[in-house]
């Protein structure tokens, strides 16, 4: 059984930086696409990020597009989300999700996911 837990999450100030990890155990990251999302109080679950199976390939959000790199070790089974000029808007819950894939792109869908995290909270001061 895959279970995903995210860590990293915190109080940080505007326009500085944060890195979360989604740490895999159960299975190898090596046969699954791992998705990035948020939920702020009030407001729709969002599509963050994703990176394929392989690591090869990520695809960000508009939003965060520049700002936030994703990133896959699948020796380790972690996976990586490094933020950076963090918005007021960032802040969220943000979860690490997984499903089976070995397509060469990923798809930030969060239907398509059937392993999800606890989630960890994030908050950007001004």
């Known amino acids: 059984q895959l279970q995903l837990v995210e860590s990293g999450g915190g109080l940080v100030q505007l326009g500085g930086s944060l890195r979360l990890s989604c740490t895999a155990s159960?299975?190898?990251?090596?046969?699954?696409?791992i998705g990035w999302f948020r939920q702020a109080p009030g407001k729709e679950r969002e599509g963050v990020s994703c990176?394929?199976?392989?690591?090869?390939?990520?695809n960000h959000a508009a939003s965060v597009r520049g700002r936030f790199t994703t990133s896959k070790d699948n020796a380790k089974n972690v996976v990586y989300l490094q933020m950076s000029s963090l918005k007021s808007e960032d802040t969220a819950v943000y979860y690490c999700?997984?499903?089976?894939?070995?397509?060469?792109?990923?798809?930030?869908?969060?239907?398509?996911?059937?392993?999800w995290g606890q989630g960890t909270q994030v908050t950007v001061s001004s």
């Open positions: 999700a997984a499903y089976r894939s070995s397509q060469a792109l990923c798809v930030r869908k969060g239907d398509e996911y059937t392993h």
């Open positions: 159960g299975l190898s990251l090596d046969n699954y696409a």
């Open positions: 990176i394929s199976s392989s690591g090869g390939s990520t």
